[in-house]
C-alpha cells in the first residue's frame, strides 16, 4: 500500500514550503476573522452587553423580591457614553429582555433612536439623576409597598437595620406638591422639570422616598442599586413595625453606618440571583464560577 | 390500464368548460360555507365570546391576585344586548371556564335558560348595578381581606397611592342594616332591594366598600375593572398602614387624581395575566403580539 | 368434525335439567361470593373509609391553608360506633395518610388498638369533647398564629365577616390557668381532666380560642369543622386589623349570624380541595363529578 | 495440558498445609484492610460526617422557613474535638453544601486549613459562644424580621405561645454600643472581644437578641438549635401582634415553661424537612424510616 504523503522528496521542499506557509498564513488570517467575529457577538464589542444582561438580571431579582410590581424601572448608565443611559422600553417588567432595552439621553431623556418603541412616560427621573449625580450609574425608581406607607407620613425613613448602614441619619422624602405649580396635574414625574425636582430632593443620598409612589434608589453599579433597593424595604418594614411597637427605636448612629466598601454586596446579588434560578439551572451551578469565594472581606 | 380522465380529446372543449365551470362553482360556494362555517365557531358569530374568554381569564388573575376567595364574583355586560349580563353560575372562582358561563337579565337578575345550572345567589348585586349605571360593563364582587378592616370601621377608603387616582376623594362602605328592615336576617345582597340599595350606595363611583363584606368594583371594561380592583387593594392596604403609624397621612388632592384615559390599564393587565401563565407558556409568549407597544400613552 | 354438545338427545333431559340447575345455583353462590368479598373490599364493609379519606383530605386543607403547623390534629367520630373517635398517630400533619389513623375510645381517650404506634399526648381535647357533646362529628386542634394574638389579651374572637355567621356574638378563651391547680405542669391538654375543662369552656359553641396555644373548632362533619377552622381564621385576622385601626369596630348583630343550614360549607371546600391539586390533577377534574351545582342554595 | 496444581500427592501435604495457612493469614489480613477501608469511607471513620449533613439540612430548613436571608450562619461544635467547630465558608445560605463546611477553632475562631477559602467575618459570634458554653452544641445567628422588630425597642422576647416553653421569662437583648469603646465602628461580631460580649449577654439562656441585627440561638444539637430558632420567630411575631391590640397580654409562667426533655423537637424538624423536599422526593418517603413513631413522647 502505498501512502503518497510519506513519499515526498527532498526536492519538493520548495513548493512545499509554498504550500505550508501559505496555510500558516490563510490560517492566522481565518484565526484573526474568527476572533474579531466572536468578539463581535461577545462583550468586546459592545461595551453595553454586560450592562445590558445585568439590567435584566435586576428586573427579575427586583420582581422575585416584590419590589417592582406592574410598573416600577430599572435603567443603568452606559459604558459607551456618560451621556447615555439604558433603560427597557414602557411595558411590564416581569417580561423585559436585552431586546427591549432603548438607549436615552442624559441631556433630555429622549430615546436616541426608538425604532418604534414607547418610551417610559417617567424616564426623567432617569436622565435627571444622572444630569445631577455623575456618580450614579443605576437608578431604580419602584412602588415598593414597604416604603409607601413611611411616604404618606411625617416620619422619615431612618436606618435601624445592620445592612442598612448605607442610608444617610434620614432619607428625605420627595412631596411633588412642592415640585410643581399649584393646580399642575399628576403625581407622576413625566417631565424634566420635575425629574429636576426630585434630583434636588435625592441631593447625593443613595434614597429618596415619593409621597405616595415609591421610592427611587441610586448606585453606582447595578449590582449596588438592586441590593440597597433590598434593604431599603426591608429596613422600611422593621422601622415601621418597631414605631408600631414603642416610641423609643433605637436607628443607628454615625459609627455604625459603612461606607461602600465596608458593604458585602456580592452575597446579597448572589442569594437574589440563584432565588430567580428554577430547580434545573440550581442542580447546574458552576459553584466554582459563582464567585462565592469573593463574598466576604473581612475588616 | 386507461385512466379515462387523461385521455380528453379537444373535441370535448365544450363539455370540459361547463364541468371545469361547475367545478369552480361548487368551489367558490364550499369557500363561502367554510368560511361562514369558520365564522361561525369564531368571534363574529358570538359577540360575548370574547367577553367570555376576557371573564374566565379576570377570574384567574383575581384569584392569584388574593382578590377573590372561595366566594366572590364577576360579571360582564353582554355586547348582544345591554339588557342582559354575563356571570359563571354558583361555583369556587378558581375553576370557573366559558362554560360555566350564564346568560342573566338586567331586568330581575334572573337567568334567561340556566340549563340546570345553579345561579348565584348574590346576582342581584351585579343585576341592579347594570340597571342604575349604563356605563358599567364589568362588575366585580370580591371578599377582599384588604378593605374588609377598614369596613368595619367609620374609616372611609381615600386615594393615597399613584395608581389609586381613579378613586374619589373618599368611597362610600354600604351599610347593608341601612337598607333592610330591622329583624330581616343576614348580610348578603339576595334579592333586588338589596342590590338596589347597593347600587344607590356606589352611586357614580367606581367603589364601594361593604361593610363586613368586601368591596364592589365596576369598570368600562373587565380589564378595567380587574385593574381597579388590584389597586383599590394595595391603596387600602398601603392606608391601613400609614394610619397606623400616624394621625398626619397625605391622601391625594383633586389635581392628583385622574381620568380614565390618563390610566394605562394596560400594562398591569398584561403584568397580571402573565403571572398567572405557568413556565412552560412564558416561554411562548409572543411578545410581538402581547400588546406591549400599547400599554403607556404619554400624556 | 363432531361436536357432541349439539348432539345431545332428548332423553337426555334429566341428565341436563340437573347439570344446568347445579351450574345455576354455583353461579348464584359465585356471584353472592363475589359480592360480599367486593363489599368487604369496599365502603360498605368499613362505615368509617369514607371519613378516613375526608380526614386525610382535611390534615392537607388546613395544612395548606396555614392553619395546621407541626403540630395539630384532626379527628372524626366513627360512624360504627359513636363512642370511637378516629384520629392519625403521633406525627407531623403534613405527612398524615389512611393507614395511619388509630381508634380511639370516647370514654378514656385511649386507642383500642395502637399496634405499636404512638398516639397523640393531646388526645384528651378530642375525647372529652366527644363525650360532652353527642352533636360534634369532628374535632380540629390547631396552633393558628391567626388566633393566638387575640388569646393572650382579653379581647373575645368576635364575628365581623359575613362567612363567620356561624359564630356567637362571642367565643370563649380557654385559660388553662383556670382549669389546673396551682402549681401544676404545662400548658398542654395532656389528660382527661384537662380535656374536661376544655370542653366546659367549649360549651355549645363551634369555637373556643386557648390561650397562648391555638383554639379547637368543632362541627357537624369534617368539611364544616374545616369550613369553620377557616374562617375563625380570616376573621380573627379582620377582626384583629380593624381593633388597630379603630375603637369603633362593627361586629354582627344576632339577625346576621345564620344557622347551619344558610351557609354554604360546600363552595369552601371544593375551593379548598382543588387549591391542594397539583396542576395535572386539576386538568384531570371532573367538572361534573365536583358537586358543584349543589353548592349554593337559595334563600 | 497440565494443571500441576491438581497433581499434588499425599507427600505434599506439609507443603499445602503452610500454602493454605499462608492464603487463610492473607484473607484475614485483606478483610480487616477492606473492612477499615469500608470504615474510612462511611461514618465511623469521620466523627463529624453525619453533623455536616445535619449543618446542610438546618440551613435548608432556616431558608425555607424565612429565618436565614442573604446573610446569617449556623455552626456545629466537631464530634471530635470540643475545641473545634464546623462552618460553612461566606456564602448564601441557600448554596451551602458539605464541601463548603471548614473547620475552626474554638480558642480564636481562626479555620484550621481554609484551603483558600474565605471564612465568615462574623465567625466570633460562634467561637465565642463555645467557649463560653460548653453545653452548647450548635449556635444560629440569623437576621430574622420576626425578631428585629422587638430588638429595636425596649420591649424584651417572652414566652407567650406553648412551643416556646423552653424560653427564659425574658430573654436578653444585645446592645454592641455597650461593648465596644465609643467611636467603634459598626455593629458586626468581627472580632473576640465582641463575640465574647455577645456570648456573656447570652449567659445561660437559648436565645439573645442583637439590636437591629438579628438574634443569636443556641442548642445541644443542630436540630434543637433549628426547632428553636423556628419557635423563637413564631413567639416573637405573637408578642409583637399582641402588644399592638392590648396592654394585657398574658405571657407564660414559670410552670408553663419546660425543660428540653419536655419538648418534642423531632416532630417539628421532620416537618420542616419534608417542607423542603421536592414533590418526587415526598413521593419516596420512607414513612417507617422516618422517625415519626418516635415524635412524641408521653408525660
Known amino acids: 500500500m502505498n501512502r503518497p504523503e510519506l513519499k515526498l522528496k527532498t526536492r519538493s521542499w520548495p513548493?512545499?514550503?509554498?504550500?505550508?506557509?501559505?496555510?500558516?498564513?490563510?490560517g492566522i488570517v481565518a484565526l484573526a476573522v474568527a476572533t474579531r467575529f466572536a468578539g463581535a457577538q461577545g462583550?468586546?464589542?459592545?461595551?453595553?452587553?454586560?450592562?445590558?444582561?445585568?439590567l435584566v438580571t435586576a428586573y427579575k431579582i427586583l420582581v422575585n423580591e416584590g419590589i417592582l410590581d406592574s410598573f416600577g424601572h430599572v435603567s443603568v448608565r452606559s459604558a459607551k457614553d456618560p451621556n447615555v443611559f439604558l433603560m427597557p422600553r414602557a411595558m411590564p417588567p416581569s417580561l423585559v429582555a436585552v431586546d427591549d432595552i432603548v438607549e436615552l439621553r442624559v441631556s433630555d431623556s429622549q430615546p436616541i433612536d426608538p425604532k418604534g418603541r414607547r418610551v417610559n412616560g417617567e424616564r426623567y427621573i432617569h436622565g435627571e439623576i444622572y444630569k445631577a449625580r455623575p456618580d450614579v450609574m443605576s437608578v431604580i425608581h419602584s412602588h415598593?409597598?414597604?416604603?409607601?406607607p413611611l411616604s404618606?407620613?411625617?416620619?422619615?425613613?431612618?436606618?435601624?437595620?445592620?445592612?442598612?448602614?448605607?442610608?444617610?441619619?434620614?432619607?428625605?422624602?420627595?412631596?411633588?406638591?412642592?415640585?410643581?405649580?399649584?393646580?399642575?396635574?399628576?403625581?407622576?414625574?413625566?417631565?424634566?422639570?420635575?425629574?429636576?425636582?426630585?434630583?434636588?430632593?435625592?441631593?447625593?443620598?443613595?434614597?429618596?422616598?415619593?409621597?405616595?409612589?415609591?421610592?427611587?434608589?441610586?448606585?453606582?453599579?447595578?449590582?449596588?442599586?438592586?441590593?440597597?433597593?433590598?434593604?431599603v424595604d426591608i429596613d422600611a418594614r422593621m422601622q415601621t413595625q418597631a414605631l408600631l411597637l414603642s416610641r423609643d427605636v433605637v436607628t443607628m448612629k454615625q459609627s455604625e453606618l459603612f461606607t461602600p466598601a465596608e458593604f458585602d454586596i456580592n452575597r446579597p446579588w448572589?442569594?437574589?440571583?440563584?432565588?430567580?434560578?428554577?430547580?434545573?439551572?440550581?442542580?447546574?451551578?458552576?459553584?466554582?464560577?459563582?464567585?462565592?469565594?469573593?463574598?466576604?472581606t473581612e475588616k
Open 43 to 54: 462583550m468586546t464589542a459592545d461595551p453595553d452587553a454586560e450592562r445590558k444582561q445585568d
Open 270 to 296: 448572589e442569594n437574589f440571583k440563584q432565588k430567580i434560578l428554577d430547580d434545573a439551572a440550581k442542580a447546574k451551578i458552576d459553584r466554582a464560577q459563582f464567585g462565592l469565594d469573593q463574598t466576604q
Open 144 to 148: 415598593s409597598q414597604a416604603v409607601i
Open 15 to 26: 513548493v512545499m514550503s509554498v504550500v505550508m506557509l501559505s496555510g500558516l498564513v490563510i
Open 152 to 231: 404618606l407620613t411625617p416620619i422619615k425613613l431612618k436606618p435601624v437595620i445592620v445592612q442598612a448602614g448605607f442610608l444617610p441619619p434620614e432619607s428625605p422624602t420627595f412631596e411633588i406638591r412642592d415640585a410643581i405649580k399649584e393646580g399642575d396635574r399628576g403625581m407622576q414625574v413625566t417631565d424634566s422639570a420635575r425629574g429636576a425636582a426630585l434630583a434636588r430632593t435625592l441631593a447625593s443620598y443613595p434614597v429618596a422616598l415619593m409621597r405616595g409612589h415609591g421610592d427611587v434608589v441610586v448606585g453606582s453599579s447595578i449590582k449596588q442599586a438592586v441590593v440597597y433597593a433590598a434593604y
